[in-house]
């Protein structure tokens, strides 16, 4: 009878050290708003994100950067973790006044630009302004005319998520970590969602969710100007089209950056990847800025 009662204690006893020795499930959180992410050393490198994004879909990439160039990726006006955008329309030059800013408050009077999508157009606006050593932009957006068949179909696109985000906002936390929320997500970012970390997708979710001047930019962006010929471009640049990009088909929205594009531009059809490829392949991404990046300099580095 005492040989059984201990035998029975001894396996309670195994049994909760068994269940103290699990670590319990972690709860998801909401990511933390970021400003700006500011690393590295190096060359002066500005990374620029899309519209309704934020400098998280840059951290991968900026990590494997910051041992060759000083990377500064800041959010935009308007956006989750930026500025407020004042007005009823905030257009591409009112964006890129303020990167400007930013950028004579860290003393960078010139620098390389990657941009993607909305942070590609800006890019364009800011090497005009002479603010670019090389630009490379990756699935930019702005490749329309003012007015036209493509720009109304961007506007309607993006004015069909107002009562998504309407929802997913009542939603909270549930829609920002529910696994199956997050792969809908990607459809429209990515081309292989695994590929995409489950705290990418939150940050991108959340500052979709969180995007203020989400409508004033719309509007600002369809009322104009469009992009000046491209072929005035006097900054070395690099094309890199995202080969199933969903946002912005290259068939229709890239025309103008294929046949505009000074000829010693590069233009690049990256495999395998959707409108933000530095979600899915920061690797690749990073290394085809950093080849553009130290080729003006007439040198190789490995990234």
Known sequence: MTMSSDT????????????ASVPAKPEPTRPQVLKALHVGSGDPLLLLHGFMLSPHCWEQTAARLSSQCEVFAPAFAGHWGGE?????????????DRIEDQLDELGWRTCHIAGNSLGGWVGVELARRGRARTLTLIAPAGGWHIPSLAQLRTCLKFLSLVPVIQIGKRLGGFAINNPV?????????????AAV????????????????????????????????DLST?????????????????????????LKELPDSADRIVVHGVGHVPMLEAPDR???????????SRNRLRAV
């Open 8 to 19: 029975s204690k001894s396996k309670a006893d195994a049994k909760r050290a068994t269940s």
């Open 84 to 96: 407020p955008a004042d007005g009823w329309s905030v257009d591409i030059h009112a964006l890129a």
């Open 181 to 193: 929320i997050q792969r809908l997500a990607l459809l429209p970012l990515s081309k292989n969602a």
């Open 197 to 228: 970390s489950r705290r990418d997708t939150a940050a991108a979710i959340t500052a979709t969710l969180n995007c203020p001047a989400m409508l004033s930019i719309i509007v600002g962006t369809a009322r104009g100007p469009e992009q000046e």
């Open 233 to 257: 471009l006097q900054t070395p640049v690099r094309l890199l089209l995202s080969e199933y990009d969903r946002v912005i088909p290259n068939r229709a929205y890239a025309r103008r950056y």
């Open 285 to 295: 991404i990073a290394t085809l800025i950093a080849e553009h990046v130290y080729a």
